[in-house]
């Protein structure tokens, strides 16, 4: 039995990484799944304080990766508007998977920023800073990823 659950934690703490990148996929929550399965098997027993810690932080990256976009959007000069198109955008563009995630809060902050300038160098300076976020995002949750995934191997030794 443990050795399924090994094999199925670890796929889904690979899975994770993957969905860390590929949109389509909730990695860290995924990889945490993973961590769970390979704590109930007999060799490995993380405590209850490890487990509280990675779901918080899992939890915590999982909202920062909707906000960000929005501190970058103001970071890169967007105003009310341009932050307000980028988390529309963040919204919309979960309907419309994976280009969307990536897409729409590029898009959303460019068209709400258009709806206020009407200066498409400003508004794309903007959308530009809403994608360095969703790109910030992404690198927050594979850096998280990682760290579970050394946790996982470094608990089988």
Known sequence: MDILLYIL???????????????????????????????????????????????????????????????????FGGSKYGVWGCNIGVIVGMFAGPPGIVLGPFVGAIIGEMLKTHDFSISLKAGFGAFLGFLAGTLIKVVLVIYLLIVAISSLF
Not at 20 to 36: E, H, K, N, R, T
């Open 9 to 75: 934690g670890f796929l889904c703490i690979v899975l994770g990484l993957a969905g860390s990148v590929l949109p389509a996929l909730p990695g860290p929550p995924l990889s945490y799944v993973g961590m769970l399965l390979i704590h109930f098997t007999d060799k490995v027993d993380f405590t209850v304080t490890q487990l509280v810690v990675w779901g918080v932080l899992i939890a915590v990256v999982q909202v920062l990766d909707f906000i960000i976009p929005s501190i970058g959007t103001k970071k």
